[in-house]
């Protein structure tokens, strides 16, 4: 039931059959049944289904922790019995905001199960990191999905979706991220930079014009002009405290859209067996850090 177990979590992880089954290379259908065979074996329906889509019921919210739990001490009896004595450096390039996102996290599991493994931390922009990976100067990068398609050496590992939000100065009222977005100056994710271009996107598909004030790559960077009261952006939830003091988040409710941070890699890399268990730390930090953005992303509950 070990790998029903994986694939029920990675369909809670990218929300459909279709999508988890694209990610972990399944078909729909070989996803639907794997949670058949699941929900058998333990008696009980996992899912909501009506028509053709799923939703996870009471029961399937139940069972996630659990499964996670499960999952997690399964691999980490497979790391101690395998690669007790793994030993060696993994040069990995990786953007600001994953060095202090999920990555601190990810590298704490790593130096628990590999002490014997270190890591050559480089800084970068995400079409950087794909030059210096693809060049041979990098093992792999932590970094934003690109908008194209990368080189057939290289090798795409999906970790996490980061939900965007509207950012506003703490005294500044109001919930309708339209009209905030319209009444305020706008500081603008630089759209040379991928998630930039997730953003312009996100603009142009809701015909929305904005007073850009200034353009700026780094996230941290645009959320402390936020704080200093210069005007609205439109930002990803990287972690619990991306947000500081000063500065609120406003949910854009149905209109939410993402980025996607994962590892790329070459597709025959000389480091497989290190790389594999960074990948594996970084799939266990994600999972925290993926349900933490998305409930920061929500709109605010009415109270009761």
Known sequence: MLRELKTFLAVVRWGTF???????????????????RLEEALGAPLFTRT????????????????????????????????S??????????AIQTAQVGMLPAALGILRDRHPLVSVRLVHGSSLFLI???????????????????????????????EPFVLAVPGDVPGEDWRQ????HPF???????????????????????????????????????????LGVSLVPI????????GVRAVSLGKDI????????????????ELLNVLRECLEVAAQPHAAESEALARPPQPAA
């Open 51 to 82: 028509g053709r889509s799923a939703t996870l019921n009471e029961a399937g919210e139940e069972a996630v922790e659990m499964a996670r739990q499960i999952v997690g001490l399964f691999d980490e009896l497979a790391v101690r019995v395998t």
């Open 257 to 272: 859209f993402h980025r996607e941070l994962g590892m790329v890699m070459p597709r025959e890399p000389r480091r497989r």
């Open 18 to 36: 279709a999508a988890a089954g694209a990610r972990i290379g399944l078909t729909q259908s070989a996803v639907s049944a794997q949670m058949q």
């Open 187 to 229: 500081i603008r994710y630089d759209r040379a930079s991928f998630g930039g271009r997730g953003v312009e996107h996100f603009l142009r598909r809701h015909d929305l014009q904005v007073e850009a004030m200034l353009d700026i790559e780094d996230v941290d960077a645009m959320v402390a002009m936020v704080a200093a009261g």
């Open 180 to 183: 905030l977005l319209a009444a």
């Open 131 to 161: 030059g210096q990976v693809d060049s041979g100067e990098l093992d792999a990068a932590l970094m934003i999905a690109p908008p194209f398609m990368l080189p057939r050496e290289l090798l795409w590992q999906p970790l996490v979706r």
């Open 84 to 93: 007790r004595d793994l030993r060696g450096t993994v040069r990995m390039g």
């Open 238 to 245: 990287t972690r619990r405290n991306c947000l500081p003091p």
